[in-house]
């Protein structure tokens, strides 16, 4: 009889006949003394993952000899769906993987290179403390913010457990990446972050045969962390006034660390990393006082147990940093409500001929000087944002009398088009299409109109539409309304002036982006996939500088004393 060394699931000894037991024997065996089903159960020996065949090979044939050490490990039902992701059909899944990539490219394109955005809200690259940046060229700019929106998606599809479908979405994020100089790439650890999630993904799929590969991933990732966060996570220690967001993150790439050389046989440098592994899972222990202390302040209990981790569990810190985090965000809030203002400005002024927004930095500097803004803008525009070209134009009398006729024609022509919008509106609520132009013609507001209207209607019911019967009557003093006429004729004056600012202030963008067009190709704006663009949208909304940290550490716990486990009883 043979003895194998059973570790993981299940820790012992059993004694086997090598000639005659099978892999399905030997996995039912363990599978009872772990108390599971045996398609529960996994093992692995020599870095080999042992499957059942046709029950034709012993284990002496498959190479397990006397003494020999073999991990068990139990698959969740989770795991087990994402090992057979095969379940969705593969064209489909493919078609997803590529609307993922086609959608993240079109929104790094727009939001790099200065196109009007679409959307009311823009992508903008943020360092490890929140602060806005820009790095690198404009290529730079778009190969970065795709490989984020990439990585991203990866991370949510990591947290379904779906870790196939998630190395695909890594893959295109590590291709991005390399688009950018390596010069660039190096001030940032995205790169290096998503190494680590690749590595954990073969991790989780138990897919031995990528251990060569994960070994090279695993050195790349700790170089290039060291070029990020400085030796010992010093930069990271300035920045973040002495807390500790990388833990989580080094806890995991030591584990994978400790794993790679265990099947590598190396037997010593596994025992030393995964020493220090569990070293920092202890360190990330939350203990239930601090937690419950921070809880009473009116934190969350995540955001209370992110903090505290961050913090190494010093609750004045860690109450430090959830204060500072509220007023990011805050400050995050008011900075999305303004550019969001700002994209509604820059599509009144419409685009370039290259199709980018007007720079309003550019258009501010030439307010400043004392041009008017509109004409500014115009300038800017057909001088594709070139601020000194479009100075020459605007101190050129010639060219700027141009510049002022234009921008009258355009304006006549909306006003011509709001007037009609308008009167088709009123006329669809009832009003007399006659009564409709006199009241216009008399001018005024969309408020003085509609009241106007409802006096004429309220005064002579038998031409009245359908709303005037809701009306009171005028007095005969000063053909006033009643509070009931007023609060109708200004709720239906807010509705069109709503309806008129949505139409007028598109359309100068509208009618300038159809000249663009006839003159160098038609907008893609109709091709994009608003569905997945929203997708990778709301995905980046809920990120912030710190989440790469923030990693929930559980399964990386068990597997580091499921590792050391093994190693104890190799000796």
Not at 29 to 51: D, F, M, Q, T
Not at 104 to 130: C, V, W, Y
Not at 330 to 356: A, C, N, S, W
Request: hydrophobic letters at 35%.
């Amino acid at each position: 009889m043979a003895k194998v060394k059973i570790a993981g699931a299940w820790a012992g000894v059993l004694e086997v006949e090598l000639d005659n037991w099978t892999v399905s024997m030997l996995r039912q065996e363990v599978a009872k003394r772990s108390n599971c089903e045996p398609n529960s159960i996994n093992l692995i020996c020599a870095g080999k993952v042992l499957k059942d065949g046709d029950g034709s090979e012993n284990l002496n044939q498959l190479g397990i000899k006397n003494n020999a050490k073999v991990l068990a490990s139990r698959v969740s039902a989770q795991e087990g769906k994402s090992l057979g992701e095969e379940l969705m059909a593969e064209g489909e899944r493919s078609q997803r993987l590529a609307r993922i990539k086609a959608a993240a490219t079109a929104m790094a394109k727009r939001h790099a290179d200065g196109s009007l955005p679409i959307e009311d809200f823009n992508i903008e690259l943020e360092d490890q403390s929140g602060k806005k940046v820009k790095m690198g060229t404009e290529t730079d700019q778009q190969a970065i913010m795709m490989g984020l929106m990439l990585h991203t998606d990866a991370k949510k599809l990591i947290k379904e457990q779906n870790y196939k479908d998630a190395l695909e979405v890594l893959s295109m994020g590590e291709e991005a990446f390399s688009l950018c100089d390596p010069k660039v790439i190096e001030l940032v650890d995205n790169p290096s972050i998503l190494q680590i999630d690749m590595v954990w993904c073969y991790f989780m799929l138990r897919d031995i045969n990528c251990l060569s590969v994960a070994g090279i991933r695993l050195e790349k990732a700790r170089e290039g962390l060291e070029r990020a966060h400085g030796k010992d996570a010093s930069r990271v220690r300035l920045l973040q006034a002495g807390r500790y967001p990388e833990r989580a993150l080094h806890l995991r790439l030591e584990l994978l660390e400790g794993v790679v050389a265990y099947h590598s046989g190396e037997v010593d440098k596994s025992k030393k990393v995964l020493t220090s592994a569990q070293e920092k899972f202890r360190l990330l222990q939350v203990s239930g006082e601090s937690l419950s202390l921070v809880m009473s302040m009116g934190f969350k209990e995540l955001d209370a147990k992110r903090a505290l981790r961050m913090s190494n569990q010093d609750v004045s810190s860690a109450v430090d940093f959830l204060v500072e985090q509220k007023a990011k965000r805050d400050q995050k809030r008011e900075d999305d409500i303004r550019r969001q203002h700002e994209i509604k400005e820059q599509k009144t002024y419409g685009v370039t001929p290259l199709k980018k927004a007007v720079d309003l930095e550019r258009l501010n500097e030439l307010v400043s000087i004392g041009f008017e803004k509109e004409l500014a803008a115009e300038s800017l525009r057909r001088n594709e944002n070139d601020s000194e070209k479009a100075l020459d134009d605007l101190t050129n009398l010639e060219t700027n009398s141009s510049i002022q006729e234009q921008l009258e024609s355009r304006k006549s022509k909306r006003q011509r088009r709001a007037v009609e919008a308008s009167v088709e509106a009123l006329v669809r609520m009832g009003f007399e299409r006659s009564l409709v132009d006199e009241a216009l013609q008399a001018g005024g507001t969309m408020d003085e109109v509609i009241h106007r209207l409802l006096s004429v209607q309220a005064s002579n019911p038998t031409n009245g539409v359908s709303q005037s019967a809701a009306i009171s009557t005028v007095s005969d003093n000063n053909n006033s309304q009643s509070d009931a006429a007023s609060d109708i004729a200004n709720s239906l004056a807010s509705m069109l002036e709503n309806q008129n600012d949505q139409a007028g202030g598109s359309s100068n963008a509208s009618e300038l982006q159809n000249q663009n067009d006839q003159a160098g190709g038609s907008s893609n704006a109709s091709e994009r996939d608003a569905e997945m663009e929203s997708e990778l949208a709301e995905e980046l909304a809920q990120q912030d500088a710190l989440s790469d940290y923030d990693l929930e550490v559980t399964k990386e716990g068990e597997a580091i004393a499921e590792y050391l486990a093994l190693l104890d009883s190799a000796q």
